[in-house]
């Protein structure tokens, strides 16, 4: 008998991972691509981009018109949290290196996620807070001094809000979820509005960037895999996992970052950075893990 017969959501926790490696990716490919760009547009056109794509994947699957009994509440939260998390995160990325500013954003949605549970009358399993408590252990080593990367306060404090503003978007999902919508549609609606409360933002930050052939390219990858692709894996994952599990899973963004910023960037965080990466990583293994079949 195959893991999945023991564990019959391995296959979504596999959506998630795969999510969450292409998340892991965003911050590298703003620091190749669109640089010289202000932070603000480059999450401005990442939404729009791929708001619009999600959109039309609805459109085309009949999936865009919202079924009856949908929360409100969580459709505007959804899109709030959307168009934070942009803001916030390209910002903190610029500020405090790719590593860190991702570490910082992802690796608070697990405590944030299980502190509203906890509010709502909400048990976290053990394991998930055995996993969330390394995953924490984790980033707290990736905030201490050493090595060449310094850690800029303002860059910190954004990329909680960053992790604010995803905690705020993966519960409304869950919620327009459970309340009977599908995952494209979710999708198409959090990034669909978001993109429209973005839009503003684009002739105030400026779209130069947009001109040169790599800044192009950077924008047509964050809108098409970083987001059309990626948040509609997340979705399939989202509808059967609890959102403990699922923003615990999604620390593998900042593991793949963490790798790209040193691999690829040259960030060199230093030796503490390496073991707290280690435990994120050790947290993220724990909760992804199967769980062994109980006996007869």
Same mark, same amino acid.
């Given at each position: 008998? *195959? ?27 703003? %620091?190749?691509?669109?640089?010289? $760009? *202000? ?28 079924? *009856? ?70 980033? $707290? #080593? ?12 303002? =860059?910190?404090?954004?990329?909680? @809000?960053? /992790? ?33 409360? #973005? ?8 779209? *130069?960037?947009?001109?040169?052939? =790599? ?19 997340? $979705?399939? /994952? ?27 960037? @040259? ?5 503490? $950075? ?20 109980? %006996?007869?």
């Amino acid at each position: 008998m *195959s893991a999945a017969d023991h564990d019959p959501h391995a296959r979504a926790r596999g959506f998630v991972l795969a999510a969450a490696v292409l998340f892991g990716t965003t911050g590298t490919a703003q %620091a190749l691509g669109a640089d010289d $760009a *202000s932070p603000l547009s480059v999450g401005a056109v990442r939404v729009v981009i791929g708001g619009a794509l999600l959109v039309l994947i609805a459109h085309r699957l009949g999936e865009l018109r919202a079924p *009856s009994g949908l929360p409100r509440r969580a459709i505007v939260l959804g899109a709030l949290g959307v168009a934070g998390y942009q803001l916030c995160f390209f910002a903190a990325v610029k500020l405090t290196g790719v590593a860190i500013g991702t570490l910082v954003a992802i690796g608070s949605g697990p405590p944030l996620t299980g502190a509203v549970g906890l509010l709502r009358g909400q048990r976290p399993e053990r394991r998930w807070a055995a996993a969330t408590a390394l995953a924490i252990a984790g980033c $707290a #080593l990736l905030l201490l001094p050493g090595g060449d990367v310094e850690v800029d306060t303002g =860059g910190v404090l954004l990329a909680l @809000g960053a /992790g604010a503003s995803y905690t705020a978007y993966t519960l409304s999902s869950k919620a327009l979820l459970d309340a009977g919508d599908t995952p494209a549609g979710a999708m198409a609606r959090a990034f669909g509005f978001g993109g429209l409360l #973005l839009l503003p933002v684009l002739p105030i930050a400026g779209m *130069s960037w947009l001109a040169d052939p =790599g800044g192009l390219a950077t924008a047509l990858y964050l809108g098409i895999v970083t987001t059309a692709i990626a948040y509609t894996l997340f $979705a399939r /994952g989202l509808r059967e996992l609890a959102p403990t599990t699922v923003v615990t899973l999604v620390l593998a963004e900042p593991v793949t970052a963490t790798a790209l910023g040193v691999l690829v960037l @040259g960030e060199r965080p230093g030796i503490t $950075a390496a073991i707290g990466a280690l435990l994120v990583l050790a947290g993220l293994l724990l909760l992804a893990l199967p769980r062994p079949a109980r %006996a007869a």
